[in-house]
């Protein structure tokens, strides 16, 4: 009965892709301090720090209960200094002094404000403060040039920034199935990204693409574009074609996680379909319809396996399965291929289950992949 008094204490693998990560968070007040600090590294452009405190409130978010005690945190991976001085604030002070003061920072928050629009990254926002305009307002009336992008994501700002339901993605999600099957019958349109996880919200909407037979999908992106332009569902889109097979990166190495599909980064305009439109000004007529980001990606056949994988996320997920399959089975995974290195060789999968499989590891549904 003494045994009940004792805290207890936690034990986590080291990869986030061999723990089962689901939408409860019993450790919602410390994940939200260090999930911020990494916001706030990554504003900064310091990525190395932002994975850093990703992957320890990634640790906290597979802790079965509440952590009422740093000793129940002794040999836990990924638990640096910092993170772990920021853990002991909010449980002896209930919330953590750095993540409060960074939050209410006027640079804090003219990053964030900045990078809100579409197409605007941290360097470009960094320079505009450099050049005193911290606001959208100070950007508007400053008169520098906004690429394309940049000007679909001011003049789409609230929109944009307005979290997607479930419900709107599943409009959306019906809208690009018509697309697609008109363009090409056969064709299969996936959700992925956070809503395949069982997410109830998200910044956007991504769906994969494909077809059965290989080789079909190929040119699909602007028939695609086409035909939701000639309906007017497009607010903005940039596509990009299919660079995998002309790439230099080597085995399933791209040089960055970007991969080399035929994709399209759109801002689709969605009827309000009997939802109460929001009023964005109390001045303004209520708009009859909302922004929407939504990203569409076409993969072959062969490769749908693994772009379904590395399209599904967490981000944080998909780091630490290519560092687990990188540094523990000396494999090169991308959301093109597995290439083992020590075989010289393309592992085929025709599925999630068996790319786990090939890595070693357990499989891990994707709604327990909220890393
Ligand atoms: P949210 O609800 O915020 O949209 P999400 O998990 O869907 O969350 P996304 O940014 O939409 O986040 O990314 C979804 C997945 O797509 C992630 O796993 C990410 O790694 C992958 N991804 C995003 N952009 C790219 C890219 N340019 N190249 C390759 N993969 C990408
Ligand atoms: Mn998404
Ligand atoms: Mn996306």
Redesign the pocket.
Known sequence: AECLNFAMVFSVPNYACQRRTTLENHNAVLTDALSLLAENAELEDEDGRGVAFRRAAAVLKALPKPVTSLTQLRGLPCLGEHSLRVIQDVLETGSSSEAESTKQSERFKALKVLTGIFGVGPKTAAWWIRHGINTLHQLRASGHTLNRAQQAGLEHYDGVNRPVTKAEADAIGEIVETAVTSVLPGAQVTL???FR?G?L????V?FLITHPEEGREEGLMPKVVSWLESQGFLLYQKTTRNSYLESKDGPARPAS???RFERCFSIFKLDACGRQPALSQADEEPKPWRAVRV?LVVSPISQFAFALL??????LF?RELRRWAGYEKTMSLS?HALYDNKQSRYLKATSEEEIFAHLGLEYVPPSERNA
């Open positions: 992925t990204g956070g996880r997410k919200t998200g910044h956007d991504d996680n970007m991969d990203d590395g399209w599904t996320g967490s981000k998909e959301s």
